[in-house]
């Protein structure tokens, strides 16, 4: 199955400067990746995704990259907002095609005002 | 239009007690996931229903779980005979198939005493 590995567990940036958090996964044939905000007690919520056919994809201050033959994909988060704070979870289907999402442990972010 | 909503938001249970947990999903979509979140873990999934045939399983994690969507939309997940380590938040998310984005419901705590 897939492996899914997310660093750094815990993050803190003062407001204003940019935040990376890096992911890992085992599955070669594995090619949609979403990452999900979570803040405390509430649902996780889609932020942004990729998919294997790109490279890097951005929206306003959110973007993600994938290399594809690193296997790793990381969230890039410019101009850090005190509202930023939350924790991220990076997941990665088991193959190709799969709707089986596996999550990583997830990332504390603290964005300190 | 109405998220994907889920009820009881919290449930205490006596251990050996049954819980049933509900899920509503958003309105025609096909797929519908359970994952299981233990505190500070990421989403792990339990089961996936492609309307109303549960496709997939392999992540209920004893046969104490049963879940069911009998007419394609609104899911259970129940436990029998609870026990204290089934103590965590159960998170149903939908999808309108495959490798679309799940969008997920706000959870049911269960607190297993």
């Known amino acids: 199955g897939e492996n899914v590995e997310q660093h750094p567990s815990t993050l803190s940036v003062q407001e204003g400067d940019s935040a990376v958090i890096k992911c890992t996964y085992s599955?070669?044939?594995?090619?949609?990746f979403p990452w999900y905000k979570q803040e405390l007690g509430k649902r996780p919520q889609l932020i942004i995704d990729?998919?294997?056919?790109?490279g890097e994809k951005k929206d306003q201050r959110i973007a993600v990259t994938l290399n594809k033959t690193a296997k790793h994909f990381s969230l890039h988060i410019t101009e850090t907002q005190p509202e930023d704070s939350a924790v991220y979870f990076c997941?990665?289907?088991?193959?190709?095609?799969?709707?089986?999402?596996?999550f990583g442990k997830g990332t504390k972010l603290s964005v300190i005002p | 239009g109405a998220g994907v909503s889920q009820s009881p938001r919290y449930k205490v249970a006596k251990r050996g007690q049954d819980v049933a947990l509900r899920c509503d999903p958003i309105?025609?979509?096909?797929?519908l996931f359970w994952y299981q979140q233990a505190l500070g873990q990421g989403p792990e999934f339990l089961t996936y229903?492609?309307?109303?045939?549960?496709?997939?399983k392999s992540g209920l994690p004893s046969d104490r779980f049963f879940a069911e969507r009998p007419e394609g939309s609104v899911s259970t997940l129940k436990i029998q005979r609870t026990q204290q380590e089934d103590s965590a938040v159960y998170l149903c998310?939908?999808?309108?198939?495959?490798?679309?984005?799940?969008?997920f419901g706000p959870g049911t705590r269960l607190l297993v005493l």
């Open positions: 998310a939908s999808s309108w198939g495959g490798q679309e984005t799940q969008y």
């Open positions: 599955d070669s044939a594995s090619n949609y």
């Open positions: 990729i998919r294997s056919n790109v």
């Open positions: 997941a990665a289907p088991t193959g190709a095609g799969s709707y089986q999402l596996t």
């Open positions: 309105s025609g979509h096909v797929s």
């Open positions: 229903f492609q309307n109303e045939a549960q496709l997939d």
